[in-house]
């Protein structure tokens, strides 16, 4: 059926109005606690809704629903581990990050190590967050060529182009209030989706039931002992948990939303309860996926690649109007956390990095050179999406082995500084360095990516302690 003139009015409303919008907070900027913290004074329910959204992209929106597809509701287990980690967070990291004025989390390891760790873990989180980033973009490809027309280079060009704007202009607060608008529609848009295929199926749920249930797509639990398998009850809640703790509690991306809140109550709060939510939103997803099958009846290879399932559905089979809708849904997910990664990558290559160095610099200098950063960053992330047009596989778990790969080193880096006393700076790094090559060679090994963070952790933590042994005794984390 494709998209008609009211769709693409549709969604060419939501890109002007969403950038127009966040075009309104570049007036508040005034220091660099506004620009990247939002002068913490963000309520908790915001930081939540933004928290959800930055962990969300395009890439989860239709890679979910084809994963779904192709196998069943098993990966709901991880995000059950997602819930177990905001709870760890909550309890061991949170604490430290509000004893001070921080603006990133790896002002933390300097306090407790020393500078050079904090290079290091700051330059690990910038190279691998621009790389799982790029993925992420890359799947906004997929879905405005199909919807438009347009190539999937340009496509990647106008969505980033877009969300640079007001990204430059409004820093943190406009990336936070345009995720909760953004967190709003993309779920109602689903939610609009998920009723319009049970009305397209004949007999409705009884008919997607049955269908679901003769292929095995409505199992949710696998305790199956094979450490094999990615989607087990223990690798997904174990693994889901380090997961979390490791994005939610060491990576930028979410900590700088966490130092945005107005206490550390506030901060806990937004953070439990965002875990409420995105156990809803995937699950939503994943029901998505199952009821394409019943719609479809075909196998994925069909279309190519299973994340070209929904948005082929939401092109061809949507009413007009709510087509429109869906697309402009998807595009809100891509714009918000590609919003939260620009911002947070240009929050740490300036505090981590170049002020060290250039102290001197007035507020009005260090905002200009932060909006510079944010430009370099916008460029970077252009670029590797563009690569990674060629990648194969479901850009989901892609993005997530990307991401895995330094979790572990980071995870054990940090809990080595606020669970010991004996931990010193060079032990770390040592541990920094085994944890992260260890998780290379998992990847290579093709070891389930749920397990590799635990692994990376483990390895860190037991290699860090232990060389810091016969080291000197290292200052303690106040």
């Avoid at 075009?23 to 660099?32: D, G, P, S």
Wanted: glycine share 8%; hydrophobic share 55%; charged share 10%.
């Amino acid at each position: 059926m494709g998209l008609n003139q009211l769709d693409l009015t549709i969604i060419v409303i939501y890109l002007a109005g969403i950038t127009a919008f966040g075009l309104r907070f570049r007036k508040r900027q005034r220091t660099l606690r506004d620009y990247f913290l939002a002068d913490r004074n963000i309520p908790w329910w915001a930081i939540a809704l933004s928290i959800v959204a930055a962990e969300t992209s395009t890439l989860t929106i239709i890679s979910i629903p084809g994963l779904a597809y192709d196998t069943n509701l098993t990966f709901l287990q991880v995000v059950m581990g997602y819930v177990v980690g905001r709870v760890i967070i909550s309890f061991v990291l949170l604490p430290h990050y509000f004893r001070g004025d921080l603006y990133t989390a790896y002002e933390l390891i300097e306090r407790r190590f020393g500078k050079i760790l904090r290079s290091l873990t700051a330059g690990l989180f910038l190279i691998t967050r621009a790389a799982a980033e790029g993925v992420r973009v890359y799947a906004v490809s997929i879905v405005v060529a199909i919807a438009l027309g347009t190539g999937e280079v340009a496509s990647i060009a106008i969505i980033t182009a877009l969300t640079l704007i007001y990204t430059f202009e409004g820093g943190l607060a406009a990336v936070i209030w345009t995720d909760v608008v953004q967190t709003v529609i993309y779920v109602g848009g689903t939610i609009v989706g998920l009723v319009t295929i049970l009305h397209l199926v004949p007999g409705g749920w009884t008919a997607i039931h049955a269908a679901a249930e003769s292929a095995h797509k409505l199992r949710v639990f696998d305790f199956t002992p094979d450490f094999w398998k990615p989607y087990t009850f223990w690798a997904g809640l174990i693994g889901g948990a380090f997961l979390t703790t490791a994005s939610h509690g060491t990576d930028q991306l979410i900590v700088q939303r966490l130092l945005a809140a107005r206490n550390q109550r506030q901060s806990v709060t937004a953070l439990l309860s965002s875990g409420v939510a995105i156990l809803f939103q995937f699950a939503l997803f994943l029901l998505v996926g199952v009821m394409l099958f019943a719609f479809y009846h075909a196998p994925s290879a069909q279309f190519g690649k299973p994340d070209r399932i929904y948005p082929t559905f939401i092109v061809t089979q949507m009413p007009h109007g709510l087509s429109g809708l869906l697309i402009a849904a998807i595009l809100a997910a891509a714009m918000s956390n590609l919003s939260a990664a620009l911002n947070s990558l240009s929050s740490s290559s300036i505090i981590d990095f170049y002020l060290r160095r250039r102290q001197a610099l007035d507020e009005k200098q260090r905002i200009r050179i932060s909006r510079l950063a944010t430009l370099f960053w916008a460029l970077v992330l252009f670029g590797l999406a563009v690569y990674s047009l060629n990648s194969t596989g479901r850009v989901i778990e892609v993005g997530l082995q990307i991401a895995s790969i330094a979790y572990g080193a980071l995870l054990g880096v940090f809990l080595l500084g606020v669970l010991t006393r004996r931990a010193n700076q060079n032990g770390a790094i040592l541990g920094m360095m085994c944890g992260f090559v260890s998780e290379l060679y998992l990847w290579r090994l093709h070891v389930p990516w749920t397990w590799w963070v635990m692994i990376g952790t483990a390895v860190t933590f037991g290699v860090g302690y232990l060389a810091s042994l016969a080291s000197p005794e290292a200052k303690s984390l106040r």
